[in-house]
Structures are given as structure tokens and as C-alpha cells.
């Protein structure tokens, strides 16, 4: 599921979870943190899943290079334990994309949101999953990477998709 070898860590997170209240789990997840919760909802193998700004499938395009700390947060979660060089990403990068699962036509109910002028991840990473069945998209105008400067506009999307997801 994750791609340094965190797939039994999060599989054991889940598998603990269901055995909380009533067993449903939502995997929520912020910028990279996004890239994993879609990574689980894609799989089915959580009951709701929200992405807000992950990098899914463009951020992770040769070429492209991350500014303001995010080449540190990126190169952590590429495995990196110093910030990497922008080869040694590009060479990281192809494993990262989520292409395999959103080729697929399965999943769990999703919401993917994310700010229009995000300056980390393209728009496409957001607007992919348009269409989608069991999938709600939001991308918020004026503001960017997490729509971060609207999250009083953002966290009750989220907080009413999760009660409409999750029957609760």
C-alpha cells in the first residue's frame, strides 16, 4: 500500500481500528498524508477515505521539483533521511504515482479536495478522480496547497461527507 515498506504499518493501524466502536474506519490524510488515505480508499480497503492536496499522479512527473520545505517532506516519504537531489527524486518518482489503482474501477467512497492555486500538486491530482464513482471532488478557488486559507470553508465538506459516508 505505501511504498517504503509502510504497507503493514498502515494495514495494522486499519485492522486495530475496526476493532474500536463500530468497526468503520476513515482514513483522513493532508498533502503527502493525502497521497496515502488515497492510496487506502483506492484499494477499498478502508470504509471512507479523504484526500486533501495529495500528490497522487502528476506531482510526481520527471522534471518537476518541489519548493518552500515540501523536497524535504517528498524526500522523507520517498525514504530519503536528507533532502534529496532533484535526480535522486526523479528516480524515486515512478513508484509513487497511483496510476495502478486509479486504473481500477474500485474504491471506497472518497472526497478529494484541494486548493485551485496549489503550487505543490497540479490540479489534475485533484481533478483525476472526477467522474469517479463513490467520489466527490472539491477543488476550492482562491487558495492553495490544502486549500489551507479556506479550511473554515473545507472542514465541514468534510465533516458532512463523512457523516453521509460513513451513516453516522
Same mark, same amino acid.
Given at each position: 500500500?505505501?511504498?517504503?515498506?509502510g504497507a503493514e %504499518?498502515?494495514?495494522? %493501524?486499519?485492522?486495530?481500528?475496526?476493532? %474500536?466502536?463500530?468497526?468503520?474506519?476513515?482514513?483522513? =490524510?493532508? $498533502?503527502?498524508?493525502?497521497? &496515502?488515505?488515497?492510496?487506502?480508499?483506492?484499494?477499498?480497503?478502508? +470504509?471512507?477515505?479523504? +484526500?486533501?492536496?495529495?500528490?497522487?499522479?502528476?506531482?510526481?512527473?520527471?522534471?518537476? $521539483? #518541489?519548493?518552500?520545505g515540501m523536497e524535504?517532506?517528498?524526500?522523507?516519504?520517498?525514504?530519503?533521511?536528507?533532502?534529496? $537531489?532533484? +535526480?535522486?527524486?526523479?528516480?524515486?518518482f515512478s513508484a #509513487?504515482?497511483?496510476?495502478? %489503482?486509479?486504473?481500477?474501477?474500485?474504491?471506497?467512497?472518497?472526497?478529494?479536495?484541494? *486548493?485551485?492555486?496549489?503550487?505543490?500538486?497540479?490540479?489534475?491530482?485533484?481533478?483525476? #478522480?472526477?467522474?469517479?464513482?463513490?467520489?466527490?471532488?472539491?477543488?476550492?478557488?482562491?487558495? *492553495?496547497?490544502?486549500?489551507?486559507?479556506?479550511? =473554515?470553508?473545507?472542514?465541514?465538506?468534510? &465533516? +458532512?461527507?463523512?457523516?453521509?459516508?460513513?451513516?453516522?
Amino acid at each position: 500500500m505505501t511504498h517504503d515498506g509502510g504497507a503493514e %504499518l498502515i494495514d495494522g %493501524l486499519i485492522a486495530h481500528a475496526r476493532t %474500536l466502536g463500530n468497526g468503520q474506519v476513515a482514513h483522513f =490524510g493532508l $498533502s503527502m498524508g493525502g497521497h &496515502y488515505s488515497a492510496t487506502t480508499g483506492l484499494t477499498g480497503s478502508v +470504509d471512507a477515505a479523504v +484526500d486533501l492536496g495529495g500528490p497522487l499522479e502528476a506531482a510526481f512527473t520527471a522534471g518537476r $521539483s #518541489f519548493a518552500h520545505g515540501m523536497e524535504g517532506i517528498v524526500g522523507n516519504a520517498l525514504g530519503f533521511d536528507t533532502v534529496p $537531489s532533484p +535526480d535522486q527524486v526523479a528516480a524515486r518518482f515512478s513508484a #509513487f504515482t497511483l496510476r495502478p %489503482l486509479l486504473d481500477r474501477d474500485a474504491n471506497a467512497p472518497m472526497l478529494v479536495v484541494n *486548493g485551485a492555486d496549489d503550487v505543490h500538486v497540479p490540479q489534475h491530482d485533484t481533478l483525476v #478522480f472526477r467522474g469517479r464513482r463513490d467520489t466527490r471532488v472539491e477543488l476550492i478557488e482562491g487558495t *492553495g496547497h490544502c486549500a489551507i486559507t479556506k479550511l =473554515g470553508q473545507v472542514m465541514p465538506i468534510i &465533516y +458532512d461527507w463523512l457523516k453521509q459516508a460513513l451513516k453516522i
